[in-house]
């Protein structure tokens, strides 16, 4: 992580749209958002939650809070998509997401707000971990999902993805996908210079 300026998480924010052009802000969770993630878990429909989280929750345990709250410890991270609604920050969608450095692996997890889907933000969300991804040095981004949960089948499906099956759930399905971006191709901005300190900082063997 000593690529990454943790102290200033703002430096790591992307813009991104809806369908309609709507701006979006995709950004590292904060300390001061614990309500507000607390409010926007509450806030999603019983569906929502469990296919979310695999099992019936209400609201996120204090333990599990602090693991969303926590950014870059263990190479773990959460964002939120925030969209400004009558005048305030709202938080209409979240990720959290892991670097497996041993694999080269990212693995992530998503939702979006019941009342904001159908609106592109999840497809524009995970091109932005893609991008993420890409940064940390990961070749394969991946998650898993219920079997039953056919929204996030048919996104993963559209976004590029391939399907295998879960190595310890049988319920569950696995999406992964490759990823093949040189930095300078990276297309966040705000990743690209990231990605491009982490290859100085580590030359290939080549050079």
Partial sequence: MSTYRLEDLKQYSDTLHTRQGEPLNVRFVEPGDT??????????????RY???FGALSELPNGLLNEFLDVGTRERFTVVVTKM????ETIVAEARYAFHAETS????????????QGNGIA???MKNLECRAVALGAEHIFGDTLRSNQTMISLARKSGFAFVNHPDD?????FDKEIDIAPIDIPC?????????RQVERPSASA
Avoid: H, I, M, P
């Fill in 123 to 125: 497809t524009a969300l």
């Fill in 189 to 197: 901005a705000s990743w690209r210079l990231a990605a491009l300190s």
């Fill in 85 to 88: 609604v009558d005048g305030f």
């Fill in 35 to 48: 309500d507000e993630l607390q409010y926007y878990f509450r806030s999603l429909t019983t569906r929502s």
């Fill in 51 to 53: 296919n979310r989280f």
């Fill in 105 to 116: 692996t990212l693995e992530f997890g998503l939702s979006v707000d019941d009342r904001w």
């Fill in 170 to 174: 049988w319920k569950l399905v696995r």
